[in-house]
């Protein structure tokens, strides 16, 4: 039997879900291993390439594949930062520094959304 998990307009439940079900439904959530309840959405998400060792490992990774989709590009990035190991990352295709799968990179959260449940 179905339930409704949250109301609201697509963009507060977007921008706000009530809970990891909602966050997965409305679009591409990402969840950090020191909170799981912590929710990232791509676009919440900077990368930098840089030299390992340069930051701490816990805010780099690397870039596992890269997927042009016209204005943006998902990377998809291999780092202990994420709850199940993998973030997907949203990046400008026009960026003169689009990283390249195997770049190592620095990875800044601009934004976040601690989830309810």
């Known amino acids: 039997k179905g339930r409704i998990q949250q109301q609201g307009t697509p963009r507060e439940v ?5 809970n990891r079900f909602t966050a997965d439904f409305v679009g591409r959530a990402n969840f950090l291993s020191a909170d ?3 929710m990232v959405r791509p676009e919440w998400i900077s990368v930098q390439k840089t030299e390992p060792g340069t930051y701490p490992e816990d805010e780099c990774g690397r870039v596992s594949s890269v ?5 943006a590009t998902m990377l998809t990035i ?12 949203q990046a400008d295709s026009l960026s003169a520094s689009l990283p390249a799968a195997g770049d190592f990179v620095h990875i800044s959260i601009t934004r976040r959304w601690h989830l309810s449940d």
């Open 36 to 38: 799981e309840n912590t």
């Open 67 to 71: 997927s042009f989709l016209g204005a």
């Open 78 to 89: 291999s780092t202990p930062m994420a709850k199940d190991g993998i973030l997907t990352a």
């Open 14 to 18: 977007y921008f706000s879900p009530a």
